[in-house]
């Protein structure tokens, strides 16, 4: 059975960066979108972004616009997730899965298939 397994979590000071990857193993990411996705304690899980199949579309939500970056290395099956200027606020626990609607658009991903997460933290 495939998977998708996040990594690059940790702790971070505001203002620092970070770069998650979401790897998938015994199936090939090439044809799928990608989103990632958050969940801060008491809240909802919230699309952050998304990558189309081919990387053509992307997608961001206005709270990440202009300091988080996706791509996608489908020779390493992985798709990244670059984050800069982190803020206190983008503490939450980071998913990957599979985007049911494909990243196409403007529309956050809806997750199909999901990996297990990795922890972020901003504080000082």
């Known amino acids: 059975q495939g998977q998708l397994v996040e990594s690059g979590g940790g702790l971070v000071q505001p203002g620092g960066s970070l770069r998650l990857s979401c790897v998938a193993s015994?199936?090939?990411?090439?044809?799928?979108?990608i989103g990632w996705f958050r969940q801060a304690p008491g809240k909802e899980r919230e699309g952050v972004s998304c990558?189309?199949?081919?990387?053509?579309?992307?997608y961001y939500v206005d709270s990440v616009k202009g300091r988080f970056t996706i791509s996608r290395d489908n020779a390493k099956n992985t798709v990244y997730l670059q984050m800069n200027s982190l803020k206190p606020e983008d503490t939450a626990v980071y998913y990957c899965?599979?985007?049911?609607?494909?990243?196409?658009?403007?529309?956050?991903?809806?997750?199909?298939?999901w990996g297990q997460g990795t922890q972020v933290t901003v504080s000082s």
């Open positions: 990558i189309s199949s081919s990387g053509g579309n992307k």
């Open positions: 899965a599979t985007d049911l609607r494909g990243c196409l658009g403007d529309y956050p991903p809806v997750g199909d298939y």
């Open positions: 015994r199936f090939t990411l090439d044809y799928y979108a």
